[in-house]
């Protein structure tokens, strides 16, 4: 693993690019030696990102023909994941957890996606660049794997 190794995807906004992605990140794991359980658990955050752009960042109903660009990388160590969108900016870090005391029912929406994300990666980053939203997160490789 001494060479970056990275997958670059650029789906439609369309929950039926899901399935492409789970393959990619699956074969790109495997192909890197990465653990079943850290490819299930990118998979896992990468999903409810994409969901949530394809569902989110377009209010209006115009981004239809708007990608969705999505890297995963091995860099110095870690497992990087990025997910790119030109939806109206939304920083998804601000808010809070989720209120798991209530019963589901009662519950607000939203927010699980991004507790999982913060739960399972290491790094978690938002930033806004010119027109695009940028989520970056990362997991940390373990050295004896």
């Known amino acids: 693993m001494s060479e970056p190794s990275e997958l670059l995807l650029e789906l439609n906004n369309d929950v039926a690019e899901l399935e492409r992605l789970a ?49 995963v990388a091995l860099e110095g160590g870690k497992v990087v994941g990025e997910v790119r969108d030109t939806g109206m900016a939304f ?10 005391a209530l019963d589901l029912d009662k519950r607000e929406i939203g927010g699980l996606g991004v507790h999982f994300l913060k739960t399972l990666m290491d790094e978690v980053s938002y930033r806004r660049t010119e027109r695009y939203n940028i989520l970056r997160f990362a997991k940390a490789l373990d050295p004896l794997q």
């Open 23 to 71: 393959e990619a990140v699956d074969e790109f794991c495997g192909a890197q030696g990465l653990p079943p359980k850290l490819a299930f658990n990118l998979n896992l955050v990468l999903e409810e990102v994409v969901v949530n752009v394809i569902n989110y960042a377009f209010p209006d109903g115009n981004g239809a023909d708007e990608p969705i660009y999505v890297r």
């Open 91 to 100: 920083d998804p870090l601000v808010g809070g957890p989720p209120d798991f």
